[in-house]
């Protein structure tokens, strides 16, 4: 149709690339899930029970790819058996799929070259990593780009960010980028990695050359692009370009002589993530569970390969499959997948966690935000938080299981032993070269190669990889963790809430009026999101509790906002990253807005909304980035109003609940907006003299 609107010219260019092709690259390129990756590549490990690489093509097939190149390096051989075992390269298949094996290539960039060098592209292709789980909508995207090649030859890439505000975790510096755009077409003028620096020193010549601009640091980046068919020959050209990062910063510094060009496409509701470390892991798996990821969830049948959905969803989103045997006194709470064939014992209680196919769980066990894999046993009486357990991997009785674990393929520990928090175990002995050169002294330890029962328990199997040796660092960043650890209960009436404790809800002191308003509030909140009560009702619900505990004005206020930053979090995971907080965070916002202007009206109101602001993002230092989206919002539908940000922004006033320094992050993250606010405060007074 396009063709005979177009007249001929337009004819034949659209007749030789009617096919829609992608690359994938089914290979990070680094060890963020060692020691798993050495017998497991990255983007076959499973999400909700489902490998990876699957939510990529599922992926692509939606956008209306036709021929897919899946590029692969290290262990090759299984992505090719995965991709033959499940029939997609098979005639059966939804898209042509190929795979392409590199043994020696170190980069993204060698993948490229390869596919230059072996002519494997013809037209437009999209670019993505084997560990994407995204339900963006491709198909504008790659139109835009086709469109503006057509009219300009010179357009090379159009990558794909999705709003949300600067990630401050370590782990993912690397994906924190500040752009300046062409605000009429989405032309990249400048792209510059952050890296950790407060101050950013941008061209001059930008804001000379160009009327219209748009800085941004709102953007997490999808690692989707829509690519020119010139791209591999450009990484051909310039054998120094070993990531994408580099060859749109090359792009941009020789634009003058080769007149190449890179835009942007921003999404904003649709859903986007990398697997990128197991911190990512444990947050995509969630949102997937909690359907942030629909039609990829777990009771739906992708594509007509799969078998039949062989999940059913139920209540308070537990996912059972056939043929669970479950003891009538054990509990699936909520976020549950459990696979075929599983049997769980009796007077076990399970929350937020995947276990797959034929495992057996004992008798009393806790597990909390554990991923288990296929075949894994667990004995009784034991405990397991937030932890990776990989296939076939026993666990006898009686062990303890700390957050921020990994055991990878068939290891076994205990009985009775305590895996303390990082705890890396592998049939694998811990070579130095398997992990990178930052934490070369811990290698010395396990010289000798015996497994250490003391560690993984007298009939234990598996070399300990990483445990409290000064590993830590490896395992924060790999976790996407803050090493001080983080006060858990985090309420306005803890004086202890600077000396980093980790408080229970249960060792609180006494609970006062002020703490059991707090949790009904919470609750009501809670209840509110998941039967969609409107704004009204729960305001009557919060005020009968206000005046059941005589509470007073500003606490309730400080309450609110509260419970607001708290339900967001529960919802993304209390491990959640800015980026994937404020995912949850925004519709919540939207949702709550009614309230809070019912509640935040005059001066007082907003100064109390801006200090529990400030109380919560300075007690949860790794969101505080969030803390400016937050302001602007409330600013831009008038429940804050410039004078009170200005005015509590101005005096620092010295706070119970949170130490001076992490006061200072908080307001470091607001000042570009303040200063914006300013600078719109002095503009107007200059009209009015």
């Given amino acids: 149709s396009m063709a005979a609107r177009g007249g001929k010219k337009k004819a034949d260019i659209v007749e030789q690339e009617e096919v829609l092709q992608a690359v994938v690259i089914a290979d990070s390129f680094d060890v963020k899930f060692a020691p798993i990756t050495k017998d497991k590549p990255r983007s076959l490990l499973p999400v909700a029970n489902r490998p990876l690489l699957e939510y990529t093509l599922q992926f692509l097939v939606a956008a209306g790819i036709e021929e897919i190149l899946v590029f692969c390096c290290a ?153 020119s068919p010139q791209v591999p020959q450009l ?49 995509v798996s969630k949102d997937v569970l909690q359907r942030w990821t629909y039609p990829l969830v777990p009771d739906n049948r992708l594509s007509s390969l799969e078998q039949d959905a062989i999940y059913i969803l139920h209540r308070h989103h537990v996912y059972r499959g056939k043929g669970v045997f479950l003891d009538h006194d054990s509990v699936l709470e909520e976020n549950v997948v459990i696979g075929p064939g599983t049997k769980v014992g009796s007077r076990t209680t399970i929350s937020n966690s995947v276990i797959g196919q034929n495992c057996v769980i004992g008798d009393n066990v806790q597990l909390e935000g ?40 068939n290891v076994v520990v205990g009985p009775d032993v305590h895996l303390p928090a990082g705890t890396m175990v592998s049939l694998h002995p811990y070579e130095k070269e398997d992990v990178e050169d930052e934490f070369q002294e811990a290698a010395e330890t396990v010289q000798q190669q015996t497994y250490e029962p003391d560690k993984v328990g007298a009939e234990g199997r598996g070399y300990i990889w990483g445990q409290g040796d000064g590993t830590e660092d490896l395992v924060a960043s790999m976790w996407g963790l803050r090493i001080e650890p983080e006060d858990s209960s985090s309420e306005e009436s803890d004086e202890s809430a600077d000396e980093d404790d980790d408080i229970d809800h249960e060792d609180a002191p006494q609970m006062d ?50 419970c607001v930053l708290e339900v967001a979090h529960t919802r993304a995971t209390l491990m959640a990253t800015a980026s994937e907080y404020l995912a949850a965070l925004k519709p919540l916002l939207q949702f709550m ?48 109003e410039e004078d009170s940000i200005l005015k509590w922004y101005r005096h620092t006033a010295p706070s119970g609940t949170v130490p001076q320094r992490a006061q200072q992050q908080v307001r470091a993250a607001v000042t570009k907006f303040v200063k914006w606010l300013q600078e719109a405060e002095e503009e107007s007074e200059e009209e009015s003299d």
Wanted: glycine letters at 4%; aromatic letters at 8%.
């Fill in 513 to 562: 009026d002020t703490r059991i308003f707090y949790t009904e509030v919470l609750d009501s909140m809670q209840r509110a999101i998941e039967e969609n009560i409107n704004a009204e009702n729960l305001i009557l619900e919060i005020n009968s509790s206000k005046y059941a505990y005589n509470i007073s004005m500003q606490d309730l206020n400080v309450c609110v906002v509260r």
């Fill in 370 to 409: 554990a991923y288990l894999w296929d075949n894994v046993t667990v004995g009784s009486d034991c405990s397991l938080t937030q932890c990776i357990i990989c296939d076939g991997v026993t666990i006898k009785n009686g062990v303890v299981v700390d957050p921020t674990c990994i055991l990878s393929f």
């Fill in 235 to 283: 990484f051909a050209d310039n054998f120094d370009y070993q990531t994408r990062n580099d060859f749109v910063r090359g792009i941009l510094v020789h634009e003058e002589i080769m007149g190449n060009q890179v835009h942007v496409h921003v999404v904003t509701d649709e859903y986007a993530a990398r697997v990128s470390s197991p911190a990512m892991y444990n947050a």
């Fill in 75 to 227: 262990h090759a051989d299984k992505i090719v058996k995965y991709l033959s075992d499940t029939g997609w390269t098979s005639d059966k298949a939804p898209c042509q799929v190929t795979t392409q094996v590199s043994e020696d290539s170190l980069s993204p960039g060698d993948a490229l070259r390869l596919i230059y060098e072996r002519s494997l592209v013809r037209t437009d292709f999209v670019l993505v990593m084997g560990d994407l789980v995204s339900t963006i909508n491709l198909k504008p995207i790659m139109r835009e780009h086709k469109q503006r090649r057509l009219k300009d030859k010179v357009t090379v890439m159009t990558m794909v960010f999705r709003e949300a505000a600067p990630r401050h975790d370590t782990r993912s510096a690397d994906d924190d980028v500040v752009l300046v755009t062409e605000r009429d077409t989405n032309r990249v003028l400048h792209y510059q990695m952050v890296e950790g620096q407060s101050k950013l020193d941008l061209p001059l010549s930008l804001f000379s050359d160009h009327s219209d601009l748009d800085v941004r640091h709102n953007l997490l980046d999808c690692h989707v692009s829509v690519c």
């Fill in 593 to 640: 807005k009614g309230l809070l202007k019912n509640y935040i009206r005059n001066s007082d109101s907003q100064y109390d909304c801006l200090v529990a602001l400030e109380e919560y993002f300075g007690t949860h230092l790794n969101i505080s980035a969030v803390m400016v989206t937050v302001l602007n919002f409330l600013y831009n539908e008038d429940i804050l």
